[in-house]
């Protein structure tokens, strides 16, 4: 299959990512083994600070771009966590979910790129990004905003798609989740302050530690 790398993200002629994903989770599991063979005695939050400063880079870079839409790709995607907080606490018995929260690692590697989303949502919302430069979002107005109690000021509208591709687009594919953020966490005055809203909207709920789980509602799985 033929492929083209742009601004270090690996293209398809169908935009499935296999091969950047591949790529990346390859890349990943190399410097991971680099960590356990020269770290061995390391502490936990040095071996932490290590997963988090050298491997996740390579797994989120540019994910608003290449987010995988498969079932396969994102099992092969969180593998890679799965095992690292393995090593890092050498306690393989505990259950992922324990693990996570052991070491204090917030988000499953798939929640961090739904986190992504809310993030460049957010920056095109509010104007943070070159208007030319990014997608274009369907807002409703105002008037519609300051009648309707639920939801945030940002809301947006769904568009109507007839292929998947189009579905899995950040523009339709965050809708739902940043709709049903709070008026609280999207009117955020920098990004920073957007990110630990965001954080505390989340922080009591299953989805942060449960890759499966959907943040709208938590009883419920992706």
């Not at 939801?151 to 049903?180: D, E, H, Q």
Request: hydrophobic share 35%.
């Amino acid at each position: 299959m033929d492929t083209f790398k742009d601004l270090g993200v690996l293209f398809d002629p169908y935009l499935l990512f296999d091969s950047h994903i591949s790529e990346k989770v390859s890349k990943a599991y190399i410097i991971l083994g680099i960590i356990k063979r020269n770290f061995d005695g390391a502490t936990v939050n040095c071996l932490l600070n290590l997963y988090k400063t050298t491997v996740r880079p390579h797994l989120e870079y540019a994910n608003q771009v290449w987010h995988p839409r498969r079932i396969q790709d994102l099992e092969k995607l969180e593998k890679v966590q799965r095992k690292a907080t393995k090593s890092i606490l050498r306690r393989k018995k505990l259950s992922y979910e324990m693990r996570l929260k052991s070491i204090k690692i917030t988000y499953t590697s798939i929640q961090k790129r739904t986190r992504g989303d809310m993030i460049e949502i957010y920056k095109i919302a509010t104007a943070k990004r070159d208007i030319h430069c990014c997608p274009k979002l369907n807002l409703r107005s105002s008037v519609v905003s300051d009648i309707e109690t639920r939801g945030n000021m940002y809301k947006l509208i769904p568009v109507r798609c007839k292929y998947v591709l189009r579905k899995k687009f950040l523009t339709n594919r965050a809708v739902c989740i940043w709709n049903s953020l709070s008026n609280n966490v999207v009117s955020a005055e920098s990004v920073n302050s957007f990110k630990s809203r965001l954080d505390r909207f989340w922080s009591l709920h299953d989805f942060v530690y449960d890759y499966r789980a959907s943040p709208l509602d938590t009883g419920s799985y992706m």
